[in-house]
């Protein structure tokens, strides 16, 4: 079946320390997405990529990283720059080109900063 | 700034009964507006997806309706489930933008009780 895994489902950070989020899609989609779900809020988004070897930032990017060296792979870095990293974090991929492009989460990571 | 407010924040209802969520937009002009279902510790998953000529769209059990001069929209729920228990969130693209330029609602926290 076709879809987006994300690993791991639930992870512990020390602080100072940077942890990696994975994202592997094959839905064959030319765009992924890095959001940030926080209780009460709306899903921000951290950052895109619409091809491979190209990211941008979003809403929020200060203190994550990514990268894009394959289709099917977006991972997420939470570096230690990021003072509030608790958080719910949603991978997502889509089509690109005209019209309502359906976005497709994973079941997402839940990262918590002892 | 583009908004997306949604009511009421949460929801309880008895098995078998109808229910309508909302939700208010300032995002204009805009080409789509979209209906996600979110279980508890998982991604959302789309539900419908209007451009700003429709007036409704029905998926199943699920029917949303949109009024682009009042910028409104709601989702109807009828004869609830007990798996309908979710969050239903409300998502809004500018005219012009694709999947980058969303803004989300908070969401309404739906629960059904037997």
């Known amino acids: 079946d076709g879809g987006i895994t994300q690993s791991p489902k639930y992870l512990f950070r020390k602080e100072g320390q940077n942890v990696t989020l994975s994202c592997e899609q094959n839905?064959?989609?030319?765009?992924m997405y890095w959001y940030r779900q926080d209780p009460g809020q709306g899903l921000r988004l951290i950052y895109y990529?619409?091809?491979?070897?190209?990211?941008q930032k979003g809403d929020i990017a200060e203190g994550y990283s990514v990268s894009r060296e394959k289709k099917e792979s977006f991972p997420l870095t939470v570096t230690s720059a990021q003072k509030n990293p608790t958080a719910f974090y949603l991978c997502?991929?889509?089509?690109?080109?005209?019209?309502?492009?359906?976005?497709?989460f994973g079941a997402g990571s839940r990262l918590t900063v002892l | 700034k583009n908004q997306v407010e949604q009511s009421p924040q949460s929801l309880i209802i008895l098995e078998g009964k109808n229910c309508t969520l909302q939700?208010?937009?300032?995002?204009?002009?805009?080409?789509?507006l979209r209906w996600y279902k979110q279980d508890t510790g998982r991604g959302p998953v789309s539900l419908t997806i209007?451009?700003?000529?429709?007036n409704t769209k029905s998926n199943g059990r699920y029917t949303a309706t949109l009024d682009a001069d009042t910028k409104q929209s709601s989702l109807h729920i009828t004869a609830s489930q007990l798996s309908d228990s979710a969050s239903y969130i409300c998502?809004?693209?500018?005219?012009?933008?694709?999947?980058?330029?969303?803004?989300f609602g908070t969401g309404t926290r739906l629960t059904i009780i037997p």
């Open positions: 998502v809004v693209t500018p005219l012009g933008f694709g999947n980058e330029k969303l803004t």
């Open positions: 839905l064959n989609h030319d765009a």
């Open positions: 939700c208010n937009y300032t995002v204009s002009p805009f080409s789509n």
């Open positions: 209007m451009t700003f000529s429709e």
């Open positions: 990529s619409q091809i491979v070897n190209d990211f």
């Open positions: 997502a991929s889509s089509q690109t080109g005209a019209g309502a492009n359906v976005l497709t």
